[in-house]
């Protein structure tokens, strides 16, 4: 079974992964937080905002699409398993208010790109515009007086908690990116980039190693990739290897040069079976039974030479073999 690297997809699909397990945690810290400085210590929930502080940083760390999740979501289960909010009117007007500050906090972090102090300001006007439209609607609805506060009323209860808001938010995020989330924000973010070089045709070869890219060639077949081997082999030792074709030959190599991770656009059969057998992670965007040769007529004559070829060192003596071979024919 092919032990996968990654792909651009995967990419993907473990960042929503990530978003999705972090989008949790902030859902039960934005429940947990209130009940414990509601019960505890008494400290009224319209002044300290408890709850706004989990769905700020949902949206700023996991994006819009899960910071307005985390905006619905935590004050209708807080509402469900606490009874704070009550269900009307404050768990619409909540949830109103709530989804705005994830979906713009998330919005202008992640896509707009702004510093977290002015999305965070933006975010509040927004959220604290959302509470008034919602408890407008609602007032409207009932023709009577809502057992609510009004926007304004809201915004200057809430003062200390807004104050408290834009200095520890700020701290958290710094701390959360320079430490759990430095790892796995930095390396799909490279991983990404060298995918992106590949496929543009920016790149035939590029290596990542330390986080970074380090090493990018624009020539063709197997050449960039020997050479790099040839010149400095300790260059490839645990790097992750993105490559437009991958035959057997190439796997090889990457072995040889105890290479941590592949990922190729079109990999053949016998360098995924040999790749696996020496347990380097691997992903391939498109599989083949084998590489064809530039006149589209045949087997790669580097693929052919060592198809059933298993010894590195072997291997390696008939990739050099072959190439002086096509060298010297002129091919």
Same mark, same amino acid.
């Given at each position: 079974?092919?032990?996968?690297?990654?792909?651009?997809?995967?990419?993907?699909?473990?960042?929503?992964?990530?978003?999705?397990?972090?989008?949790?945690?902030?859902?039960?810290?934005?429940?947990?937080?209130?009940?414990?400085?509601?019960?505890?210590?008494?400290?009224?929930?319209?002044?300290?905002?408890?709850?706004?502080?989990?769905?700020?940083?949902?949206?700023?760390?996991?994006?819009?699409?899960?910071?307005?999740?985390?905006?619905?979501?935590?004050?209708?289960?807080?509402?469900?398993?606490?009874?704070?909010?009550?269900?009307?009117?404050?768990?619409?007007? /909540?949830?109103? &208010? $709530?989804?705005?500050?994830?979906?713009? !906090?998330? =919005? @202008? +972090?992640?896509?707009?790109?702004?510093? %977290?102090?002015?999305?965070?300001?933006?975010?509040?006007?927004?959220?604290?515009?959302?509470?008034?439209?919602?408890?407008?609607?609602?007032?409207?609805? /009932?023709?009577? &007086? $809502?057992?609510?506060?009004?926007?304004? !009323?809201? =915004? @200057? +209860?809430?003062?200390?908690?807004?104050? %408290?808001?834009?200095?520890?938010?700020?701290?958290?995020?710094?701390?959360?990116?320079?430490?759990?989330?430095?790892?796995?924000?930095?390396?799909?973010?490279?991983?990404? &980039?060298?995918?992106?070089?590949?496929?543009?045709?920016?790149?035939?070869?590029?290596?990542?190693?330390?986080?970074?890219?380090?090493?990018?060639?624009?020539?063709?077949?197997?050449?960039?990739?020997?050479?790099?081997?040839?010149?400095?082999?300790?260059?490839?030792?645990?790097?992750?290897?993105?490559?437009?074709?991958?035959?057997?030959?190439?796997?090889?190599?990457?072995?040889?040069?105890?290479?941590?991770?592949?990922?190729?656009?079109?990999?053949?059969?016998?360098?995924?079976?040999?790749?696996?057998?020496?347990?380097?992670?691997?992903?391939?965007?498109?599989?083949?039974?084998?590489?064809?040769?530039?006149?589209?007529?045949?087997?790669?004559?580097?693929?052919?030479?060592?198809?059933?070829?298993?010894?590195?060192?072997?291997?390696?003596?008939?990739?050099?073999?072959?190439?002086?071979?096509?060298?010297?024919?002129?091919?």
């Amino acid at each position: 079974m092919n032990r996968l690297l990654i792909n651009k997809d995967s990419i993907l699909k473990i960042t929503e992964l990530t978003k999705l397990t972090l989008t949790a945690i902030f859902i039960i810290l934005g429940i947990l937080i209130p009940y414990i400085t509601g019960h505890l210590f008494m400290i009224p929930g319209t002044i300290f905002l408890p709850m706004h502080i989990p769905v700020f940083l949902c949206g700023i760390i996991t994006g819009p699409k899960y910071g307005f999740l985390c905006g619905i979501l935590t004050p209708a289960l807080s509402s469900l398993m606490t009874g704070m909010p009550v269900s009307f009117p404050m768990l619409p007007i /909540m949830a109103v &208010e $709530l989804s705005v500050y994830g979906l713009a !906090s998330g =919005f @202008l +972090t992640n896509k707009i790109r702004l510093n %977290i102090f002015l999305t965070l300001v933006i975010s509040m006007v927004l959220g604290r515009l959302g509470y008034a439209l919602i408890f407008t609607v609602l007032t409207n609805l /009932m023709e009577t &007086e $809502l057992a609510a506060l009004s926007a304004f !009323s809201a =915004f @200057l +209860t809430g003062l200390p908690g807004i104050a %408290i808001q834009l200095v520890i938010i700020p701290s958290i995020y710094l701390i959360l990116k320079k430490g759990v989330l430095s790892k796995y924000m930095h390396i799909n973010k490279t991983f990404k &980039e060298a995918i992106d070089l590949i496929e543009s045709n920016q790149a035939s070869l590029v290596l990542v190693k330390n986080k970074k890219i380090v090493f990018l060639d624009k020539g063709k077949g197997i050449s960039p990739l020997l050479k790099l081997y040839e010149n400095n082999k300790e260059f490839l030792r645990g790097s992750y290897v993105f490559d437009k074709v991958i035959g057997k030959g190439a796997a090889i190599i990457i072995v040889l040069g105890k290479a941590k991770g592949i990922y190729g656009l079109l990999g053949s059969q016998k360098a995924i079976d040999f790749l696996n057998d020496k347990n380097i992670k691997s992903t391939f965007r498109e599989r083949t039974d084998y590489i064809i040769n530039n006149n589209k007529n045949g087997m790669c004559p580097i693929e052919e030479a060592v198809l059933d070829e298993n010894d590195l060192e072997i291997g390696y003596n008939k990739i050099k073999k072959r190439l002086k071979e096509l060298s010297e024919n002129n091919v």
